[in-house]
């Protein structure tokens, strides 16, 4: 009796699983010629080229919570407030408050921090990381 319902949730689950394969599958078949339409219309301007030697790039996808520029701008206006350097966790609770952003578990909590952390190791210039023990502080970098 319990094989039966166990059997059909898996039928269910590989039906799904194979749906999305399939729609994977149609997708590069389309973007493999998009590709070769591309490469041959590069070649009526440049018979020379050599479309195989173009490195792929990575596509970058935008997060929900801050436009771009934003995330940054929020670090500088929350260290220039700050009375003593920072810490990544606490410059995270501060912008999500400021934010208001309503974060429902612990995980999207922890991808707003690493995108903060990503923010600050970028701003190398602008930015001075200071470590205390095993915790990271931030703090604006002195004008020189």
Aim: with cysteine; proline share 4%; hydrophobic share 40%.
């Amino acid at each position: 009796m319990l094989a039966s319902h166990v059997i059909g949730a898996l039928r269910e689950k590989r039906a799904e699983l194979s749906g999305a394969v399939r729609q994977i599958e149609q997708q590069l078949a389309q973007h493999r010629t998009d590709l070769a339409h591309l490469d041959a219309t590069m070649r009526l301007f440049d018979p020379d080229i050599q479309p195989g030697d173009i490195r792929p790039r990575r596509p970058h996808h935008r997060n929900a919570w801050f436009r771009p520029g934003e995330c940054l701008r929020l670090i500088y206006d929350e260290l220039r407030e700050a009375l003593e350097p920072l810490s990544t966790r606490d410059l995270a609770e501060r912008i999500i408050s400021r934010r208001a952003l309503k974060l429902d578990n612990d995980r999207s909590r922890d991808l707003i921090q690493h995108t903060i952390l990503s923010s600050l190791n970028r701003a190398g210039a602008t930015i001075t990381r200071l470590q205390r023990g095993s915790t990271v502080y931030w703090q604006l970098a002195q004008a020189a």
